[in-house]
């Protein structure tokens, strides 16, 4: 019996896969059954073929898993072994908040590395540098780290780099904020390396809906896809998303009942900061929102 080797997933076509060895060989595979379901960053166990392709037979264990919801089967994966989360925002189209929110609550349920990125500043005028500078220092002042960056210009890349050294990483945001723009800044060559990768497996036709792991110049991996940029959160249950709004997690032990959801109870300490302002009167309405919309 063939020994099986290692490698990591950085393309998947679907049932077939494209990975790399630790020696750095790519290797062109197919997956043995019908239950294994790797994406780009899993680690596996493969078979070398007689024809020079290999065999998936097994999945490693997963340290994180992007997934989406699908409705019909559940939740699907999309990306795994991520370990940071770029969210990208930028003042046209106009930064909406209450996405925002939604994109750092999947962070903290899937217990990535949250890093928010606000593109395009050479566009701002001071007065709407001013009103997103508000906007943002609500996610500031609860944990969040924020760099500004102009992918057109160049300005602030290289802090961007230099936070991606070491990490597994996916950028997600909302439509025209640059995420695109800035994969291509931060792979030059991505577009190029997508072809020659299809080129070598035949799968030219579906090269602008493949999964795709790039390791960058400077250090560190990007995994990107159309899936995993339009990725959204799923409901979640009130006692779970609690736990994703961190600065409800001071007052949260401090509530009459252990149990509490912060929406009527009596005695709900996040509730009482709401209304003494030490929590944003707008973020705790998108947890309400989300906990109604899962409801429904």
């Given at each position: 019996m063939t020994a099986t080797r290692i490698g990591v997933v950085i393309v998947n076509y679907g049932r077939h896969m494209t990975l790399e060895t630790p020696e750095?060989?790519?290797?062109?595979?197919?997956?043995?059954?019908?239950?294994?379901?790797?994406?780009?960053?899993?680690?596996?166990?493969?078979?070398?073929?007689?024809?020079?392709?290999?065999?998936?037979?097994?999945?490693?264990?997963?340290?994180?898993?992007?997934?989406?919801?699908?409705?019909?089967?559940?939740?699907?994966?999309?990306?795994?072994?991520?370990?940071?989360?770029?969210?990208?925002?930028?003042?046209?189209?106009?930064?909406?908040?209450?996405?925002?929110?939604?994109?750092?609550?999947?962070?903290?349920?899937?217990?990535?590395?949250?890093?928010?990125?606000?593109n395009k500043t050479d566009l701002l005028t001071d007065i709407e540098s001013s009103e997103c500078n508000r906007r943002l220092d609500e996610f500031i002042a609860i944990g969040y780290a924020m760099l500004k960056v102009s992918v057109r210009s160049g300005e602030g890349l290289q802090t961007v780099k230099k936070a991606l050294r070491g990490h597994t990483s996916v950028v997600l945001g909302q439509s025209g904020a640059g995420k695109s723009s800035l994969l291509k800044a931060l792979v030059p060559e991505?577009?190029?390396?997508?072809?020659?990768?299809?080129?070598?497996?035949?799968?030219?036709?579906?090269?602008?809906?493949?999964?795709?792991?790039?390791?960058?110049?400077?250090?560190?991996?990007l995994i990107d896809s159309p899936g995993v940029r339009n990725f959204h959160l799923w409901p979640l249950p009130p006692a779970q998303l609690a736990q994703c709004f961190v600065e409800f997690r001071k007052y949260a032990p401090q509530c009459r009942f252990s149990n509490c959801l912060h929406e009527q109870e009596p005695g709900c300490a996040v509730t009482a900061a709401v209304t003494n302002g030490a929590i944003s009167a707008r973020r705790y309405q998108s947890y309400r929102s989300i906990t109604l919309a899962a409801k429904s």
């Open positions: 750095g060989q790519r290797v062109s595979c197919r997956i043995k059954g019908r239950e294994l379901h790797p994406v780009c960053g899993d680690e596996v166990r493969w078979q070398p073929l007689a024809d020079g392709s290999g065999l998936i037979t097994h999945i490693e264990g997963r340290r994180s898993l992007l997934v989406r919801q699908d409705p019909r089967h559940g939740q699907r994966p999309l990306a795994a072994n991520v370990d940071r989360m770029l969210v990208m925002v930028a003042p046209r189209p106009e930064l909406d908040p209450f996405m925002l929110d939604r994109y750092l609550a999947a962070a903290e349920v899937l217990r990535l590395s949250a890093l928010l990125v606000f991505a577009e190029i390396r997508i072809g020659e990768i299809s080129q070598a497996t035949d799968e030219g036709r579906h090269t602008t809906s493949v999964a795709t792991l790039y390791h960058l110049p400077e250090g560190g991996a």
